[in-house]
Nanobody, 119 residues
Framework: QVQLVESGGGLVQPGGSLRLSCAASGFAFSFYAMCWYRQVPGKERELVATISSAGSSINYADSVKGRFTISRDNAESTVYLQMNSLLSGDTAVYYC????????????WGQGTQVTVFS
């Protein structure tokens, strides 16, 4: 079955950095674009970044452009999110999800990893 395991979150001060990882299994990882989303309590899940299946096309939310970098390793079925110059507004639970892979019309999600930016 599809599994997505996010890791790398934690507590960091403003201006700091974190690198998130998402280990995927149970589907043909290299055939799917991958996305990072984030969510804070009471708000909709927000798309942060997307990377195409081969990594040749990347898009970012305006709020993270120039600070976050998405990458992937198809040999390891892993997608990464390097987050630099973190702001308090980046505090959220971060999730990865394959684009276009659905179960009963619903995206697959992992358990998420908490990122907290505090001063």
């Amino acid at each position: 079955q599809v599994q997505l395991v996010e890791s790398g979150g934690g507590l960091v001060q403003p201006g700091g950095s974190l690198r998130l990882s998402c280990a995927a299994s149970g589907f043909a990882f290299s055939f799917y674009a991958m996305c990072w989303y984030r969510q804070v309590p009471g708000k909709e899940r927000e798309l942060v970044a997307t990377i195409s299946s081969a990594g040749s096309s990347i898009n970012y939310a305006d709020s993270v452009k120039g600070r976050f970098t998405i990458s992937r390793d198809n040999a390891e079925s892993t997608v990464y999110l390097q987050m630099n110059s973190l702001l308090s507004g980046d505090t959220a639970v971060y999730y990865c999800s394959p684009e276009g892979l659905l179960r009963h019309s619903t995206r697959y999600w992992g358990q998420g990893t908490q990122v907290t930016v505090f001063s």
